[in-house]
């Protein structure tokens, strides 16, 4: 998907109209100064700033551990196996 780039000097002059696109098609525009990509403007998600929904994925995840400042030994590191 090829996001919509527009230059400052033409977001300055139409700022509520591409604000408003952004609202209605729920795509992001990059805002470009001479040519070089400076601002994303991206559509407002509530989920992505919810401070629940960032820890969800990690969720159960969590392990307990009996000993923690016992040595750990090589057969213990999952990423060796």
Known sequence: MQLQTVSKSSFKAKALEY???V???Q???IITDMGNPVVQI???DAKA???ENKL???RGTL???KAPT???EVADWEVLQ
């Open 42 to 44: 991206s559509p407002y």
């Open 27 to 29: 795509q992001s525009i």
């Open 49 to 51: 700033t919810d401070p």
């Open 63 to 65: 392990q307990k551990y």
């Open 70 to 72: 016992s040595p750990v």
């Open 56 to 58: 969800y994925a990690l």
């Open 23 to 25: 609202e209605q098609s």
């Open 19 to 21: 604000m408003r696109l």
